[in-house]
T-cell receptor
Framework: AQSVTQPDIHITVSEGASLELRCNYSYGATPYLFWYVQSPGQGLQLLLKYFSGDTLVQGIKGFEAEFKRSQSSFNLRKPSVHWSDAAEYFCAVGAGGGADGLTFGKGTHLIIQP | DAMVIQNPRYQVTQFGKPVTLSCSQTLNHNVMYWYQQKSSQAPKLLFHYYDKDFNNEADTPDNFQSRRPNTSFCFLDIRSPGLGDAAMYLC???????????FGDGTRLSIL
């Protein structure tokens, strides 16, 4: 069965600083990988996805993620964070393209310091 | 805008009193999902419909059921809610395999 590990429960970053959120997955085949963001009391918004091809994927709001098969990782990055980026970030892996449902990591809570 | 709409946003019910949460979509997606998200936890898949085919996760309690009368609507029925069922319930849709899921804003269920 697939699984996702987000090792950092909380991360605090100063506004304007760079950000990297870690995600490691376990899956027997080529994974379908996603990053979602959730603001308090809201649903999940897709930031980006990796299905195949270029291992560096660009998403919305200036985020990018890099798929590294050798490390089973799919880390999320942003060169300069804004206060509005404060939220919960979930990494997820999907079997069958995700059509059979997603398995989420436990999330990383991002705090932005002024 | 095409979207996934969940009603109501907040639902309060009594212990043991059946409750139904609804989800509608204007995306015309084939696949619809229900997730349960407890406080400070990751969303957990309960079940999903691939068109009319219902797929239940092995560890979803029997207390939870779902109906999809047409492409646009999907319902989550909790027959006898317990205190442990208090959570945010998220509906999501997907056009097909290899397509990402689009989430509604969720329904927060409280049990008195």
């Amino acid at each position: 069965a697939q699984s996702v590990t987000q090792p950092d429960i909380h991360i605090t970053v100063s506004e304007g600083a760079s950000l990297e959120l870690r995600c490691n997955y376990s899956y027997g085949a080529t994974p379908y990988l996603f990053w979602y963001v959730q603001s308090p009391g809201q649903g999940l918004q897709l930031l980006l996805k990796y299905f195949s091809g270029d291992t560096l994927v660009q998403g919305i709001k200036g985020f990018e993620a890099e798929f590294k098969r050798s490390q089973s990782s799919f880390n999320l990055r942003k060169p300069s964070v804004h206060w509005s980026d404060a939220a919960e970030y979930f990494c997820a892996v999907g079997a069958g393209g995700g059509a059979d449902g997603l398995t989420f990591g436990k999330g990383t809570h991002l705090i932005i310091q002024p | 805008d095409a979207m996934v709409i969940q009603n109501p946003r907040y639902q309060v019910t009594q212990f043991g009193k059946p409750v139904t949460l609804s989800c509608s979509q204007t995306l015309n997606h084939n696949v619809m999902y229900w997730y349960q998200q407890k406080s400070s936890q990751a969303p957990k898949l309960l079940f999903h419909y691939y068109d009319k085919d219902f797929n239940n996760e092995a560890d979803t309690p029997d207390n939870f059921q779902s109906r999809r009368p047409n492409t646009s609507f999907c319902f989550l029925d909790i027959r006898s809610p317990g205190l442990g069922d208090a959570a945010m319930y998220l509906c999501a849709t997907s056009a097909a395999r290899n397509q990402p899921q689009h989430f509604g804003d969720g329904t927060r269920l409280s049990i008195l």
